[in-house]
């Protein structure tokens, strides 16, 4: 299978949140492919970029951005693939000012928002993995595994009181 998916984030610092999207990704069996480039430093290139993968043969992209956060409402303007955005936890406000730049993009232009941080990486990859799900039937069966995986995890935890060391 190739590269399905894209990860775009705004800047280097994003990949100590975004490298936990891509190991999901790995981890589900998802080709994809990881890009540093800004809506506001390096436009061209952004749209030179978003511009060729439907052509190359992705099918959804995963957008992070910090602070004005405008790199997935950029994205989501050069394509009419899914567009999915991470808020990164950055210098101001804890990464809300992320969020809300994200969840306000104007009627007709759409970006999944993800919650901030290395949960809404992790989510983004199986958001990404169940969307594709509908066309590889391997993926649909990856997120069901990863799923069951994780709730026997959680199962196999019992009374806390016992594992405490107490």
Not at 8 to 35: F, N, P, Q, Y
Not at 59 to 79: D, K, Q, S, Y
Not at 139 to 158: D, I, Q
Request: aromatic share 4%.
């Amino acid at each position: 299978m190739s590269e399905l998916v894209s990860i775009i984030m705004g800047s280097r610092s994003d990949w100590s949140t975004m490298e936990h999207c891509s190991r999901t990704l790995d981890a589900l069996g998802v080709e994809h492919d990881v890009k540093i480039l800004s809506a506001h430093r390096t436009p061209e290139a952004l749209a030179d970029y978003v511009g060729t993968l439907e052509e190359r043969g992705f099918e959804v992209v995963i957008a992070a951005a910090g602070g004005a956060a405008a790199l997935p409402g950029a994205v989501a303007g050069l394509t009419t693939l899914p567009v999915l955005g991470v808020p990164i936890q950055a210098w101001a406000l804890d990464g809300l000012d992320s969020l809300l730049s994200m969840v306000q993009m104007p009627g007709g232009i759409a970006v999944g928002t993800l919650s901030i941080g290395k949960a809404g990486a992790v989510n983004a990859a199986v958001l990404a993995a169940s969307i594709l799900g509908n066309k590889y039937p391997e993926l649909r069966r990856a997120v069901a595994e990863h799923r069951r995986e994780r709730a026997e995890k959680v199962l196999a935890e019992g009374d806390p009181r016992r594992s405490a060391g107490g």
